[in-house]
């Protein structure tokens, strides 16, 4: 299985975390799930067809090159302002989109290749951020693809040169920090104290995440996972109570920041 193949069914199938999406046909060029009837994310399915897979290689230990998309190079000037929003994109902000792209990358390839590197890390999530968090740590939706970075043909073929010049290609796949969409009364702009007992959240606007509901509602009783001390050992008292909230979210501290809403 190459590096390409692996991100490809990793983002396919890492989806045991969400409850449903629905199939839009308007986004087909940046959806990763191709089943038009899927109601589960057991039934998402996508294919690259006609594709060879390239081996990945026996061992890692390879000159690599990672590099953010937006900070790299604009290939595609169409989709700087992908959301259509203001202030999404400036060259002379630190914040803001720049503007790289996938395409951008490969027409850096002769750069990069006659650097001696024989694979690209591209950090932060390939998948749909909110128009500013250009980092891709804050995704919105783990099935479809950023617009800023190109569609799901974009992609492709930039892991077709690559191969083609014998160069891997790695995605990152960080799952534990989302969107700021989710906040706690009292603490929307800034991070909340550890509460054992949990904080009741609340939508920080109208927009919600299409792949999870987080729940106020409190269980009687709870499997936690085993806590560990500084020094290694398992901590069998804590002060946490025999229940929790029924909810996918972390709803016992969030951290205030452009990625800061966690799973």
């Known amino acids: ?3 390409s193949h692996t991100w ?7 989806i045991p975390a969400v409850t449903t999406l629905r199939y839009d046909p308007d986004q087909v060029g940046f959806n990763l799930n191709q089943n038009q009837t ?7 399915w996508g294919e690259w067809e006609n594709h060879s897979y390239t081996a990945s290689p026996e061992n890692w230990r390879i000159p690599f090159y990672t590099l953010f998309l937006d900070r790299f190079v604009n290939g595609d000037p169409s989709n700087d302002d992908a959301n259509g929003t203001q202030f999404e994109h400036d060259l002379l902000s630190n914040q803001l989109r720049h503007g790289g792209d996938v395409l951008g ?3 850096s390839f002769d750069y990069i290749q006659g650097m001696g590197i024989q694979a ?6 390939p998948h749909i951020n909110q128009p500013w968090a250009s980092d891709g740590f804050s995704p919105l939706d783990l099935t479809l693809l950023d617009y800023h970075f190109g569609n799901i043909d974009d992609w492709r073929t930039m892991i077709s040169e690559a191969h083609r010049r014998g160069i891997y290609v790695v995605l990152e796949n960080t799952m534990s920090t989302m969107g700021d969409l989710i906040g706690f009364p009292g603490f929307l702009n ?6 054992p007992e949990e904080h009741d959240y609340i939508w ?26 500084d020094l290694g050992y398992n901590v069998t008292q804590t002060t946490l109570g025999p229940g929790c909230r029924d909810s996918e979210f972390d709803q016992v501290r969030v951290h205030a920041s452009p990625v800061s809403a966690t799973l």
């Open 120 to 125: 690209i890390y591209i950090a932060g999530m």
């Open 8 to 14: 490809w069914v990793v983002l396919l199938l890492l």
């Open 204 to 229: 920080k606007s109208t927009r919600r995440y299409h792949d999870f509901q987080p729940s106020n509602t409190l269980l009687d009783q709870c499997d936690y996972p085993r806590f560990w001390d």
């Open 38 to 44: 899927a109601t589960d994310p057991l039934d998402y």
């Open 105 to 107: 990358l490969m027409d």
């Open 1 to 3: 299985m190459t590096a």
């Open 190 to 195: 800034t991070s909340s104290p550890l509460y």
